[in-house]
Each structure stands twice: as structure tokens, then as C-alpha cells.
């Protein structure tokens, strides 16, 4: 059984999350009280012919109830009862912004004196579980669509099995991804933005991608950078992690960034590995 423990910050996207997740399959079930977890876990293993993927969301509107929630893991993880953690995460700014566009009211508001500081109290309740997590996805620069993608990248297959890694494109003008577990800056390569056929194509199209590959110095960066990753790989596997992020940044995300994560991207499919490839910014002017 895929048993999925879904968390994260108020306002960071738990909700179009969970229903990414039933999109694809997942019985989900929201704001469950950590105590509780353990017997719903036992209930979908009786019935696991029929819930065989099950996705739970528990968070700080479960008040004091949430502080119980190490205790809980630690207990499941006794038990042998396995399970994973994602975590949703946004930047305070992103998360302020969208609390005052619709009005809702912050589960920690009354513990504090204004929208900021509820904020920065849950971020600090929540960092030891983000520590714990085996997936983050930080949804501040994420469209409902992107994240859609995300979540059907992560989990379309079997969320037990091995490392799933997450190719990513940005640009540095629009801020580096927090989720990021390596981030590569590769604005040292040749710009096509100041070829002017070039400029408003990305790296999907194959002149842009021909243009930045051509040269010396992206001929030895690409085999050093692939001859890296794939000595990390397996050392990221020995550990047990489930989520490696690898992203790539220009400047704006659209052409030699997206070049690189998406030659990354093919490379580790040609070596049988789960991947996945998102591309941030391309649209982005």
C-alpha cells in the first residue's frame, strides 16, 4: 500500500494537491488528527485490494492534536508500517499574499498579533517535519497546472519504489527553488538571447538547443556535469531518499537552462531511471 502523510504549510496548496492525488488515484481523506493516523493505516491495509494508494492530510488546524505527530511516525515506523511524507511549502510573502487575497482566516492567527508572524510561528512548528519529509514541492512560482504535473510526476508510479528525480529549468531573476537539492548555474554557456532568431525561442525548440550544445565549453561542462550525476545517484539511493531535485538555472529560464534539464532529463530515462522534467520559467517574460 502507497500511504502517502501530506503536510506542510497553511495556504501552501494542500488542497489542489489532494486533489491532484485523487485525480490519479488516491483515496484521500483531509485534516486528520496525527493521533488517528495509525487506525485509518490499518483500516486501508484490510480493505488495501480496494485502497492500494491512500493519501492523508494532517496540519496545524488540528491545534495542540498536532504536536503528537513525531510521536505517531515514530510509532508507525516501530510497527513497520511504511509511509511517506510530502510536504507543500510556499515563501512567507506567497503565503501572506494569499491569505489576504481570500480572506481566510490563519489556523494560528489568534497566537499572534498579526498575518506575518503566524506565518513565520507555523514555519518554525512545521521545520522539523519539512526535515523529515521525502518530498517538498515549494509551490510559490507553481501554476494549479504545474503543480498537477508535479504531483502526477511523483506518484503516477509506486511511491515505494526507487529514487524519483525531478529535473528542473529556472531563471535566476526569478528566484532560486527552495526544493532544490543540487542547483547547477550554467549562465557561464554561450546565450542564444543575443541571437536575435534565437531570442524568442526556448531550449525545446531545436535551434536554440543546437546553438547552445555546439560549443567547446557546453561539450565539456555536459559530460562533467552527467559524469557527476551519475556518480551521486546511487549514493543518493544507499541513503534512501525518494525525491532528488536537480535544478538548472540561467537567467531567465528560457533557453540554456532548459537546454541542460532537458538533456538531463533524457539521459537519466536512457538509464531506466524515474524522471521527470519541469521547465518554471520558460513562459515567464
Known amino acids: 500500500m502507497d500511504f502517502i502523510i501530506v503536510t506542510g504549510l497553511s495556504g501552501a496548496g494542500k488542497s489542489r494537491a489532494v486533489h491532484a492525488m485523487e485525480d490519479i488515484g488516491f483515496y484521500c481523506m483531509d485534516n486528520i488528527p496525527p493521533k488517528l493516523i495509525p487506525a485509518v493505516y490499518d483500516l486501508c ?6 485502497l492500494s494508494r491512500v493519501a492523508v492530510v494532517t496540519d496545524i488546524r488540528g491545534g495542540g492534536m498536532f504536536s503528537s505527530l513525531f510521536e505517531t511516525l515514530e510509532g508507525l515506523r516501530v510497527e513497520h508500517k511504511t509511509y511517506k511524507i510530502l510536504f507543500l511549502d510556499a515563501g512567507d510573502t506567497v503565503l501572506i ?6 480572506r481566510r482566516k490563519h489556523p494560528l492567527s489568534e497566537d499572534t498579533t498579526s498575518l506575518e508572524q503566524a ?6 512548528i512545521l521545520r522539523p517535519v519539512r526535515e523529515r519529509a521525502d518530498y517538498i514541492i515549494d509551490t510559490s512560482l507553481l501554476s ?3 503543480l498537477k504535473e508535479r504531483i502526477s510526476s511523483l506518484f503516477l508510479g509506486d511511491a515505494t519504489s526507487a529514487l524519483q528525480i525531478h529535473c528542473m529549468s529556472f531563471g535566476f531573476k526569478f528566484g532560486t527553488p527552495t526544493e532544490a537539492d543540487l542547483i547547477f548555474d550554467v549562465r557561464c554557456l554561450p546565450n542564444p538571447y543575443y541571437v536575435e532568431e ?4 526556448t531550449g525545446l525548440d ?10 567547446e565549453q557546453t561539450k565539456g561542462f555536459v559530460s562533467r556535469f552527467l559524469d557527476l550525476i551519475d556518480y551521486m545517484i546511487p549514493l543518493y539511493c544507499n541513503e534512501g531518499k525518494s525525491q532528488l531535485v536537480i535544478a538548472i538555472g540561467c537567467t531567465g529560464g528560457h533557453h540554456r537552462s532548459v537546454t541542460i534539464a532537458q538533456l538531463l532529463y533524457e539521459h537519466l530515462l536512457e538509464k531506466g531511471l524515474r524522471a521527470s522534467v519541469n521547465h518554471r520559467d520558460i513562459r515567464k517574460g
Open 45 to 50: 491495509m484490510q480493505a488495501k485490494d480496494s
Open 97 to 102: 499574499n494569499r491569505f489576504k487575497e481570500t
Open 119 to 124: 506565518v513565520k510561528l507555523e514555519r518554525e
Open 144 to 146: 494549479p497546472a504545474q
Open 198 to 201: 534565437l531570442r524568442h525561442k
Open 206 to 215: 531545436a535551434p536554440v538547443r543546437d546553438y547552445v550544445l555546439k560549443w
